[in-house]
């Protein structure tokens, strides 16, 4: 009714705290789950009282190392890391003692860390296009295109772990491994101006054997595929289904896509309550489970004579 604001410099003098969480991102414009992820955080972050400062490093050493040197500036309580592109630009914020989250993957010791289970999720996809018919089904994984990624040049373990878990969502779906077929792309690949999934899709769409239905790695991904299945003038999803993950932008497409959804407002809430836990207390972890969302991307697998005519 006064209209009386609080100095937040003030207070964070009286109470040696910052009241500031950092958050790390690789690319929000070319990979819209990291700008879904970040708007999550930031509504937990509000309700708890705390605001975010975050920065997203674009694959690049140099951007990465500075945006860190800010966060340490800042005296940022708190690190939720989505996405490193070196993970030994981290050394500081451990040498500091700020707690460190990570998301999904885990490569740093003594942090806390909410691992993503992919196979609640695939496995519902998969059923869902086994009970439509398909049994030829590829699924397009992603591949860490630049960083060490904790001393892995080529993919990352949260990738790896996406196309093992299709695998196993495939044999517990009743589907044959012999129809299955796993590749790789990146998601968000900023050299030039086409889509790596739309390069990929046309190479899985062209093929004597092509499949009847493809999982993607990620919605930006299953995008590409949309695009190449466009281009190509295969109907969605008469000829081709098509299922996505992370569930980012899916809704937006036409048609719009199935995707295996990761719950951003639980990783966001636990994020932020390990955040507020801060060394007080051990490393913690909190496993959290994907779902399925099933929209008019997938359909009946057509008869397989007439696909291969």
Not at 5 to 20: D, E, G, K, M, T
Not at 239 to 255: E, K, N, Q
Request: proline share 4%.
């Amino acid at each position: 009714d006064l209209e009386y604001r609080p100095n937040i410099q003030a207070r964070s003098l009286r109470y040696n705290r910052s009241f500031l969480i950092g958050v790390v991102l690789s690319s929000g414009v070319r990979n819209p789950f990291f700008a879904r992820i970040s708007h999550a955080i930031r509504l937990q972050a509000n309700a708890a009282g705390l605001s975010i400062l975050n920065f997203n490093h674009n694959y690049d050493q140099a951007t990465e190392v500075d945006g860190l040197r800010r966060l340490l500036d800042h005296r940022v309580e708190a690190v939720i890391l989505c996405h490193s592109f070196e993970i030994a630009n981290l050394a500081p914020i451990q040498k500091a003692g700020i707690p460190i989250i990570e998301i999904e993957r885990a490569f740093l010791p003594e942090t806390h860390k909410i691992p993503i289970d992919p196979k609640p999720g695939l496995t519902a996809a998969l059923r869902d296009l086994g009970a439509h018919g398909h049994r030829r089904i590829d699924f397009l994984g992603g591949s860490a295109a630049r960083g060490s990624y904790g001393g892995s040049s080529s993919r990352s373990r949260a990738d790896e772990e996406r196309a093992d878990a299709f695998l196993q969502a495939a044999c517990d779906a009743g589907l044959d491994a012999s129809d299955l077929r796993v590749s790789t792309g990146q998601y968000d690949e900023d050299s030039g101006t086409t889509l790596e999934g739309l390069v990929r899709g046309r190479e899985l769409l062209t093929r004597a054997d092509r499949p009847t239905a493809i999982v993607a790695g990620s919605d930006v991904l299953a995008a590409g595929v949309l695009q190449a299945a466009y281009e190509l003038g295969l109907q969605v999803p008469r000829d081709i289904s098509i299922v996505g993950y992370d569930d980012s932008l899916g809704l937006f497409l036409a048609p719009a896509l199935s995707s295996v959804r990761q719950p951003y407002e639980d990783i966001a809430k636990f994020a932020i309550e390990m955040a507020l836990a801060g060394g007080k207390k051990p490393s913690s972890a909190r496993t959290i489970e994907t779902t399925y969302v099933q929209r008019s991307s997938v359909g009946a697998a057509r008869n397989s004579d007439a696909h291969d005519k």
